[in-house]
C-alpha cells in the first residue's frame, strides 16, 4: 500500500527554537496533505489542511503564524513550529491524499519542548 | 462544527473475548472509517464504509455504517493480545476531511 514518512520520529527542543517536521508521499502524488496534533489519551485534531502550491487552510483557532505549513511539492508537506514553547510539545501526525478515496498517515513525530 | 462520540472510552478483556465499539453523531456522514493506533504510530485503517446500512468484515472484525448514516459500529471476534491499541471512528462528508471519535482504549489480557 502507498506510504507516508514523516520525520523526525521524535524531537526534543529548547523553549523558543523553531522546528521543521516533514511528511513525504513516497509512492504516489499528493494533492492534499494534512496535519493534525494529538495531545496523550487524546483525539487527533486537525489543524491544517495543505494543497501542493498554495496556501494551507487552517482550524479556527490554530496560529497560522506559529504552525507555518509549506506543500511545496505533490509529495512534501512540512510543518514549522516556530518559537517552540513547552506547552506546544504534542504528538503531530500528517496524512496525504490521493483522491477522495486514498488517505494514508505518517507515523507521527513526538515533540517535547523543553 | 461537527463531533463523533465514541464509546466506550476504554475496555478490559480477557483473550478471545469478543469486543464491539461504536459511534453517534449528530451530523450525517458519507463515509465511515476505523482506525486503530499503537502507541507511538500513526493510526492505520481497519475498515472503510461506503454506502448506509453496509457491513463489512475484515478478517475478526466487522464494521457496520448506521442506516440513519449518523453512526457506525466495530465488533472485534476472539480478541487476541496484539489487538491492544487505541480504536478510532472517523466520520467524512466531503473531501478528505475527517472528523475523529475520541477513541476506545482497548486492553486485552492473556
Known amino acids: 500500500g502507498a506510504v507516508v514518512s514523516q520525520h523526525p520520529s521524535w524531537v526534543i527542543c529548547k523553549s523558543g527554537t523553531s522546528v521543521k517536521i516533514e511528511c513525504r508521499s513516497l509512492d504516489f502524488q499528493a494533492t492534499t496533505m494534512f496535519w493534525y496534533r494529538q495531545f496523550p489519551k487524546q483525539s487527533l485534531m486537525l489543524m491544517a489542511t495543505s494543497n501542493e502550491g498554495s496556501k494551507a487552510t487552517y482550524e479556527q483557532g490554530v496560529e497560522k503564524d506559529k504552525f507555518l505549513i509549506n506543500h511545496a511539492s505533490l509529495t512534501l508537506s512540512t510543518l514549522t513550529v516556530t518559537s517552540a514553547h513547552p506547552e506546544d510539545s504534542s504528538f503531530y501526525i500528517c496524512?496525504?491524499?490521493?483522491?477522495?478515496?486514498?488517505?494514508?498517515f505518517g507515523s507521527g513525530t513526538q515533540l517535547s519542548v523543553l | 462544527g461537527q463531533q463523533l462520540n465514541q464509546s466506550p472510552q476504554s475496555m478490559f478483556i480477557q483473550e478471545g473475548e469478543d469486543v464491539s465499539m461504536n459511534c453517534t453523531s449528530s451530523?450525517?456522514?458519507?463515509?465511515w472509517l476505523w482506525y486503530k493506533q499503537d502507541p507511538g504510530e500513526g493510526p492505520v485503517l481497519l475498515i472503510a464504509?461506503?454506502?448506509?446500512?453496509e457491513l463489512t468484515s475484515n478478517g475478526r472484525l466487522t464494521a457496520q455504517f448506521g442506516i440513519t448514516r449518523k453512526d457506525s459500529f466495530l465488533n472485534i471476534s476472539a480478541s487476541i493480545p496484539s489487538d491492544v491499541g487505541i480504536y478510532f471512528c472517523a466520520g467524512r462528508t466531503s473531501g478528505s476531511r475527517l472528523t475523529f471519535g475520541e477513541g476506545t482504549q482497548l486492553t486485552v489480557n492473556p
Open positions: 464504509l461506503y454506502k448506509a446500512g
Open positions: 451530523s450525517i456522514f458519507n463515509t
Open positions: 496524512s496525504a491524499s490521493m483522491g477522495y478515496e486514498k488517505l494514508f
